[in-house]
């Protein structure tokens, strides 16, 4: 798994999708989508020959620098590697995970397209770094793809550890009722790169975003605890993360192996991974060492 923590700390992601632009250059629109906010870039485009996507995908990179925004690939391993993206995005049909992986090294962002939360899981187990839920609602941008509707965003939330964003069928009419069902992250193509003003659209998701998640940390002052078994013994804890309980146990000086309801939990993922109530949490430190 890539180590790439701070660049999957994004909130709005954003897909080109160069149909819904007749006449502006894939540059262009970006450069607004960033100019609005968007913090992560994919380049997608299923029709243009390898040449125009390489050519745009050297262009991207140079704007995505300019404004230290994390640009990805979609399906293209050998671009995103020539033009040194940062990572790259593929569906369920693509290269596997683990052959993108060999190909990428461990440094590079891998993001998996998910319809359900088997795949969810099994994109996480698989050593993804965040993964797509959707679509979410039914677009024309994937047409013919079932959607997922909001409840599988309600189980994503529930379950998955890493990075996950909502996507398809996102609309600043609708972002609010996914964000109600967990979503952190969302993911627009239409809604962004086909408006008259793709900065003016993405400030409003961003705004929308913030807003929620000020909401969810304002609710957290109060906050008695959660009820956790550590070790296999009970007790409350204020630690909202796996790291903050390492951190509370006195634990981050030393080498230790976590286990969270019986999975394993990697170092990376530590700081982002929640504590649940009634979670329980084995931490096995290491004597010694050889
Ligand atoms: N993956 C799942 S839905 C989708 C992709 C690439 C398309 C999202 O596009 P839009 O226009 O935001 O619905
Ligand atoms: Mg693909």
Redesign the pocket.
Do not use: F
């Given at each position: 798994m890539a180590d790439s923590t701070s660049k999957l700390d994004f909130q709005l992601y954003c897909?080109t999708?160069a149909n819904?632009h007749p006449g502006r250059s894939v540059v262009d629109v970006v450069e607004q989508a960033l100019i609005g906010g968007a913090d992560i870039i994919?380049l997608?485009d299923k029709t243009s020959s390898k040449q125009d996507i390489r050519e745009n995908a050297h262009k991207l990179r140079q704007l995505t620098k300019r404004y230290g925004v994390p640009l990805i690939i979609?399906d293209h391993i050998d671009i995103a590697l020539e033009v040194d993206a940062d990572g790259v995005?593929l569906?369920q049909d693509d290269l596997s995970l683990a052959e993108a992986r060999q190909l990428l090294g461990p440094d590079r962002i891998i993001g998996i397209?998910t319809?359900s939360i088997e795949q969810g899981l099994a994109a996480q187990a698989g050593g993804a770094d965040y993964i797509?839920v959707?679509?979410?609602?039914p677009?024309?941008?994937?047409p013919g793809?079932a959607a997922v509707t909001t409840s599988y965003v309600q189980e994503a939330a529930a379950q998955i550890r890493i990075p996950f964003v909502a996507?398809?069928?996102?609309?600043l009419g609708n972002v609010d009722t996914v964000i109600a069902a967990g979503a952190k992250r969302i993911?627009?193509?239409?809604?962004?790169?086909?408006a008259d003003d793709p900065a003016a659209v993405c400030r409003a998701f961003k705004a929308k975003l913030k807003a929620a998640a000020n909401d969810s940390e304002a609710q957290q002052p109060d906050f008695a605890g959660t009820g956790v078994i550590v070790n296999g013994v009970a007790q409350r804890t204020t630690a909202r993360t796996v790291w903050e309980l390492i951190c509370q146990h006195s634990l981050e000086e030393r080498r230790i192996v976590v286990e969270l309801d019986g999975e394993i939990v990697v170092r990376e993922e530590w700081s982002r991974t929640s504590i649940r109530e009634g979670a329980a949490v084995e931490l096995v430190h290491f004597v010694g060492g050889g």
């Open positions: 897909i999708g819904y994919q997608r979609n995005h569906g397209s319809h797509g959707g679509p979410v609602y677009t024309g941008t994937k793809r996507i398809g069928g996102i609309t993911c627009a193509v239409s809604e962004i790169v086909g």
